[in-house]
């Protein structure tokens, strides 16, 4: 019962785990450097902002959107919690409030996809440029700095590990928990998988979709906090680029589909670890940034084309067993 | 099939892996030079001699980017420095000059690697703090060649030791630019612009204050304002297009660097108003010399790159031989302005720092 | 026909055309300078390299698809070009400028082939394949450039796209005619009928019979050629082939197609929403420049116009 559990579990998810297993030895084997506790703690360490942004964005894609403006969101938060900080604001009371402006970003694009039936891709693309121009107007261009210890050391300090490892632990269990075991998991998946039939039962398919959104947000202010903790300075070109890609890009190699109706959050995880570690190998290599972009870009498509054979065979069995 | 097909698509990727790797490994060292105490290539008077190297330093060069030759001429710089003094550097840098936390990470995992000493460069003030701090308690010492400025304060609030730090001004860039602008419109000034790179960015901002400052002092220039080009070539042009249209009377453009330069002057060109308003780069790029020399870009101001990271490597061998003066912690590298009536010259004088100036 | 056609014409466009006309009417108002020939000059030049990328973006968002390779397919073009240029003798005459924009055009459509044989034949959902490839022909772009600034082009490939026919500016002739061939496309050949039907229902395509490898790939291919034809555009236009050109084109491009009311799970497109899209967005740029607004405030007002353009255009086709 136990090993057939694992069996199915492994065969799910061996493209992936293969992948990675596959890239870490490669790497571990041609770099003396490479499997050192170090290391291998830095790749934890720089997974954390992926995987957070990333368990945000399992139920937005589960519910077949996609939400653009979490790296831009990652921003303005940061920005604005700084300012209330500065401003002399307890450090709790200024994350509750870096997290509710997380969650009205979130609401905002919700409630335009859900009440204008608006496309998730073009709204959270609009919400992009309007957020990081916020960013850029109240941080007025400027890094700001000067944070309480307290905070930065909460979000990025060091208990044996750094304590992001700790606190993105906790939110991926959480995230588990939500995605397998709460109406609201089963929800997001049924709306991407079919919307009409979620409405036919009954789902409140706007409050759902809006929620999803807020929860989105909030993971990013979230992960402003570790953000701005980790370079003790709120930038206002935090999250520009790479940040939110990976954070699409870490749940698509995992399996999570962009049609939606799928969580896994395992799959995302290690498809956030492929990501960091493909990095952390090239610059222990000191392969030259360009070479970098390129192998990204290749393990991604070669990530997914794996998947998807793995999908059609699965799925070819099954219309076997079916005929 | 599929099973054969997903196979070699994964031999694909380790060969793809493979064949940097190999270059990277056969690439052959420099054969061990005895450098006997020389004196330091372009600083002789202040940093002095050079000690010879007691062994092969490993020494890790962290830059912002690679894309342009700004960042590859200082990478020149490093390895020129590596040729002379016999000493192992290895070179890395950030995919885009926006990927402050890769840059953080980059620094990371050069940390896992145990080299001697490290140079950075910071994209912005802070974003590498937190690494610089592990660097420190692991007792590497550290260089910080150009860009962010990691203050004193900061340095203690963090508890990071910066030994050495090389640098180029920003601000003062756009100062000269503006300062030799100014210059030439003489007593009768005008409207005068600026297109800034991408908000938020140090480089970016620095130069904007730069400007901001220097054209207060002329009050004959009348500043119109200032736009975002975010480094981007067409940005600057369709900028420069639209408001050569709103203020006819413009007689002047500052580039954030040479890029946005050249783009003002492809609308300036377009516009026809050649004759009517001067635009200056920054940077010194080849194209912006070529335009330099044909008179178009009116100047351009160098950024000692070369010359910082191989003064950088310089000190990086005295702090690590114990030689190093704590006089010269702070070293600001010299500026001038490049236009017409010198740019001959100053290319045949520098013509092994700038790999571009070759081909002129 | 055209009778019946004129009233949903204007009524699905309505608020794109009053919004374009009420930017218009206000820049006017608040700018002396709006209203000027050079000014829609410059209006023109400006929108020229979104718009052709679009009308490529407009067939493959119709088809179901979406396509993030296209700003680094602008680059790579550029750079593999501008090397071609560079390099070969005798690169200043008139069949060796040609040649080299054959390859261009060539490396461009190839590009686009290739997103389609991997959506198509290895089934990877369009984003991800295109997010692939736009890392890998960015990284292509900065490794053949060795991340630098070409420059140096022969003049006849310079004057291609820059300087004017009958007063109007050739990369703007180059975007009509290819808006006007894609309106063509779009509404008129069996290629566009079937994107709509693929992208509508796929599943029922196929079991009607038809070949959708073959179509989704042409549509991949058309979209891969223009975004080069672009890349040729703007390195023309500026007199240098950079690595890092088009970063973002992609987004610009999708949001025209969005905001003139393509549907981006596909089966219903519009060429002319498109145009009438790039228009609005360029407007919006170019009034934000002759404006004087600060820099900072640029981003946000262009998000807060495309928001704004899209919730209109809902409520329009409800």
Redesign the interface.
């Known amino acids: 019962m136990k090993t057939g559990y694992v069996f199915t579990f492994l065969r799910k998810h061996w493209g992936i785990i293969a992948?990675l297993v596959?890239i870490s030895l490669?790497f571990g084997l041609?770099s003396q450097?490479f499997f050192?506790f170090?290391?291998l703690l830095?790749i934890l360490?720089?997974t954390t902002?992926t995987l957070i942004l990333a368990m945000g964005m399992v139920f937005v894609l589960a519910s077949g959107g996609?939400d653009l403006s979490v790296g831009s969101t990652l921003g303005f938060t940061g920005v604005a919690t700084a300012l209330i900080l500065k401003a002399g604001t307890p450090p709790l009371l200024a994350a509750l409030c870096g997290i509710g402006i997380g969650a009205l970003i979130g609401a905002v694009n919700g409630t335009?996809i859900a009440k204008?039936?608006?496309?998730p891709?073009?709204?959270t693309?609009?919400?992009?440029?309007?957020?990081?121009?916020?960013?850029?107007?109240f941080?007025?261009?400027?890094?700001i700095?000067g944070f309480p210890g307290i905070f930065t050391t909460f979000f990025?300090g060091h208990v044996g590990i750094p304590t992001n490892i700790y606190l993105t632990i906790a939110i991926v269990a959480f995230g588990s928990i939500v995605a397998n075991k709460t109406r609201f998991g089963l929800y997001a998946k049924s709306i991407g998988g079919s919307e009409a039939s979620a409405h036919i039962c009954g789902v409140n398919i706007p409050l759902i979709v809006i929620l999803i959104y807020v929860q989105s947000g909030i993971f990013a202010s979230i992960t402003s906090f570790i953000?701005m903790s980790?370079?003790?300075?709120a930038?206002?070109?935090?999250g520009?680029?790479?940040?939110w890609?990976e954070a699409?890009?870490a749940p698509?190699i995992g399996g999570n589909?962009?049609?939606g109706g799928i969580i896994t959050i395992f799959g995302t995880i290690i498809g956030a670890l492929i990501l960091a570690t493909v990095?952390?190998g090239l610059?222990?290599?000191?392969?030259?940034?360009?070479?970098?972009?390129?192998?990204?870009?290749?393990?991604?498509?070669?990530s997914?084309?794996?998947d998807?054979?793995r999908q059609?065979?699965s799925r070819l069995s099954r219309e076997r067993v079916v005929t | 099939m599929?099973k054969k097909?997903?196979c070699s698509?994964?031999a694909l990727?380790?060969l793809?892996?493979a064949v940097?790797?190999a270059f990277?490994s056969s690439e052959e060292k420099a054969p061990e030079k005895v450098v006997g105490g020389k004196m330091s290539k372009y600083l002789p008077d202040q940093i002095g001699e050079i000690p010879v190297p007691s062994k092969r330093w490993r020494i890790g060069c962290l830059e912002k980017?690679?894309i342009n030759d700004f960042w590859l001429d200082m990478k020149n710089g490093y390895e020129d420095a590596e040729k002379e003094y016999g000493v192992d550097i290895?070179?890395?840098?950030?995919?885009?000059e926006?990927?402050?936390?890769?840059q953080?990470?980059?620094l990371?995992?050069?940390?896992?690697?145990?080299y001697d000493l490290i140079c950075v460069s910071p994209i912005?003030?802070?974003?590498i703090?937190?690494a610089l701090k592990t660097a420190t308690q692991r007792n590497i010492p550290i260089i910080n060649v150009m860009d962010a400025y990691i203050s004193p304060e900061a340095q203690k609030k963090?508890g990071i030791k910066i030994a050495s730090f090389v640098t180029t001004d920003f601000a003062e860039n756009s100062r000269l630019a503006t300062r030799f602008v100014a210059e030439k419109l003489g007593k009768e000034g005008g409207e005068i612009m600026h297109i800034m790179g991408?908000?938020?960015?140090r480089a970016?901002?620095e130069r904007k204050r730069g400007y901001l400052e220097e054209v207060a002092k002329y009050p004959q220039l009348k500043n119109i304002g200032v736009w975002p080009g975010d480094w981007d070539r067409k940005k600057s042009m369709d900028i420069a297009a639209d408001v050569i249209q709103s203020h006819p009377n413009l007689r002047a453009i500052i580039g954030a660097n040479d890029t946005t330069g050249l783009g003002a002057y492809q609308a300036v060109k377009n516009a026809g108003k050649t004759n009517q308003i001067l635009v200056a780069g920054i940077d010194a790029i080849p194209d912006a010399i070529r335009s330099v020399m044909n008179d178009e870009l009116v100047c351009t101001v160098p950024f000692m790159q070369y010359q910082s990271a191989y003064i950088a490597i310089e000190s990086a061998i005295q702090i690590l031989e114990g030689k190093f003066d704590p006089a010269n912690r702070e070293i600001w590298v010299y500026q001038e302005v490049w236009h017409k009536g010198n740019i001959k010259d100053k290319v045949a004088e520098y013509k092994e720092q700038f790999s571009g100036l070759k081909d002129f | 026909m055209f009778a019946r056609s004129r009233s949903p014409f204007f009524h699905s466009y309505l608020g794109l055309i009053g919004a374009v006309v009420a930017i218009s009417v206000y820049l006017s108002i608040a700018s002396p300078y709006f209203l000027k020939v050079a000014n829609f000059v410059n209006i023109g030049n400006q929108i020229a390299i979104n718009l052709i990328i679009a009308v490529g973006m407009t067939l493959i968002i119709t088809s179901g698809g979406i396509d993030l390779s296209v700003g680094s397919n602008v680059a790579l073009t550029g750079i593999l070009v501008a090397l071609f240029y560079l390099k070969m003798p005798a690169s200043s005459t008139v069949p060796m400028v040609i040649l080299g924009m054959i390859l261009g055009l060539a490396t461009g459509t190839a590009i686009g082939i290739i997103n389609g044989l991997?959506i198509n034949t290895?089934?990877?959902?369009p984003?991800?394949?295109t997010?692939?490839?736009?890392?890998?022909?960015?990284?292509?772009a900065?490794?053949a450039s060795n991340?630098r600034v070409l420059y140096g082009m022969p003049k006849g490939f310079e004057s291609t796209f820059a300087g004017f026919i009958g007063g109007i500016p050739k990369p703007v002739i180059v975007a009509v005619v290819i808006a006007i061939i894609g309106v063509f496309i779009l509404g008129r050949t069996t290629l566009g009928r079937y994107a709509k039907a693929i992208g509508g229902n796929e599943r029922c395509v196929r079991v009607c019979g038809i070949n959708i490898e073959r179509h989704k790939i042409t549509i991949y291919a058309i979209g891969g050629c223009l975004a080069s034809i672009s890349g040729l555009a703007l390195t023309s236009m500026m007199n240098a082939a950079e690595p890092i050109a088009g970063n973002f084109y992609e987004?610009d491009a999708?949001?025209v197609v969005?905001?003139g009311g393509t549907?981006?799970?596909g089966g219903k497109g519009t060429m002319i929403g498109t145009i009438l899209g790039a228009l609005l967005l360029g407007i919006v740029r170019n009034g934000l420049n002759i404006m004087k607004v600060p820099?900072?405030?640029?981003?946000?007002?262009?998000?807060?116009i495309?928001?704004v353009a899209?919730?209109i255009g809902?409520?329009r086709s409800?």
Request: proline share 4%; glycine share 8%.
């Open positions: 992948t596959g490669f041609s450097y050192t170090y290391n830095n360490n720089h902002i996609i335009i204008f039936h608006l496309q891709f073009i709204v693309l609009g919400m992009l440029s309007i957020v990081r121009g916020l960013a850029l107007v941080s007025n261009g400027k890094p700095y990025a953000y980790m370079m003790d300075a930038e206002p070109l935090a520009l680029l790479t940040e890609l699409i890009a698509i589909s962009l049609s990095r952390s610059n222990i290599f000191g392969v030259q940034p360009f070479y970098q972009q390129l192998f990204i870009g290749l393990i991604i498509i070669i997914v084309i794996a998807s054979i059609r065979r | 599929r097909l997903l698509l994964i990727v380790l793809g892996f940097p790797i990277a980017t690679l290895d070179i890395y840098a950030a995919p885009s926006a990927d402050i936390l890769i953080k990470q980059i990371d995992d050069m940390i896992a690697k145990n912005t003030d802070t974003n703090l937190a963090h991408l908000p938020g960015g970016a901002e | 991997i290895l089934g990877v959902p984003f991800i394949a997010l692939g490839t736009m890392g890998v022909m960015r990284g292509l900065l490794i991340g987004l999708i949001a969005v905001m549907n981006l799970m820099a900072n405030y640029h981003q946000l007002l262009v998000g807060i495309i928001l899209v919730i809902s409520k409800r």
